[in-house]
């Protein structure tokens, strides 16, 4: 079946440091990733996605490529701010959007000022 | 984007009562509403699937008899735990999504259920 393994945390860095989250995945044909955000007390938000291989999908300074010759979606930021500090989810979507989500297991980031 | 509204954010609950949980999609209509669990530092396990309409497909291993889903209209599906026991105790969260093919698929806040 499918899978998503991303690295575990918590991962902590200075603010302005450089941030990559790995991600790879196991599934079937071609999934759509995703990465997504849950800021403390909410609910998971969409951060970025991509469709097809060699997609970047990118948003609020975060980018992710999808690359299928190693399987992988990495996350990440060159400069990371407090604000940063959450969990962050590596997902994909083999069903063309109508089964549910595979996510990994989140990686909790923690920005120090 | 699309809020997702999911109630009570927390309940605690006595061992043999039921429990449910309301997912309301306020400002479009969910043709499919998705409920999933998560345990401390595991990932989101989905549980079932449901259509507006139709009944819920359930994940293997996932007891259908004690996970009752609700899909009665476009903007709510219900989940309800029924004879809850310590072990369900967990953090419940749904997502919904509109129609097209790769529409995007909004959560709620989650549910953090704790049976004594």
């Known amino acids: 079946g499918d899978s998503v393994t991303q690295m575990e945390g918590p991962v902590t860095l200075s603010e302005e440091a450089f941030l990559t989250i790995n991600c790879t995945y196991t599934?079937?044909?071609?999934?759509?990733l995703f990465w997504y955000v849950q800021y403390p007390g909410e609910g998971l938000q969409l951060l970025l996605k991509?469709?097809?291989?060699?997609d970047k999908g990118s948003n609020k300074g975060f980018e992710a490529t999808y690359r299928k010759e190693t399987t992988s979606f990495h996350l990440e930021k060159g400069s990371v701010q407090v604000s940063d500090s959450a969990v962050y989810f590596c997902?994909?979507?083999?069903?063309?959007?109508?089964?549910?989500?595979?996510f990994g297991k989140g990686t909790h980031l923690i920005i120090q000022p | 984007g699309a809020v997702v509204s999911q109630h009570p954010s927390w309940v605690i609950c006595k061992s043999g009562t039921s429990v449910k949980i309301e997912c309301r999609s306020l400002?479009?209509?969910?043709?499919?509403m998705f409920w999933y669990r998560q345990f401390p530092k595991q990932s989101l396990m989905l549980m079932a699937t449901?259509?507006?309409?139709?009944?819920?497909?359930?994940e293997q291993g996932v007891e259908k008899d004690k996970f009752l889903i609700n899909h009665a209209s476009l903007t709510l599906s219900t989940l309800t735990v029924t004879s809850a026991h310590p072990e369900d105790s967990s953090f419940y969260i749904c997502?919904?999504?509109?129609?097209?093919?790769?529409?995007?698929?909004?959560f709620g806040q989650g549910t953090r259920l704790t049976v004594v």
């Open positions: 449901s259509n507006e309409g139709s009944k819920a497909t359930y």
């Open positions: 991509a469709t097809k291989a060699d």
């Open positions: 997902a994909l979507d083999s069903g063309g959007g109508a089964d549910g989500l595979t």
């Open positions: 599934a079937t044909g071609y999934p759509s």
């Open positions: 400002d479009f209509q969910a043709t499919t």
């Open positions: 997502s919904a999504r509109g129609g097209g093919r790769v529409a995007e698929a909004f």
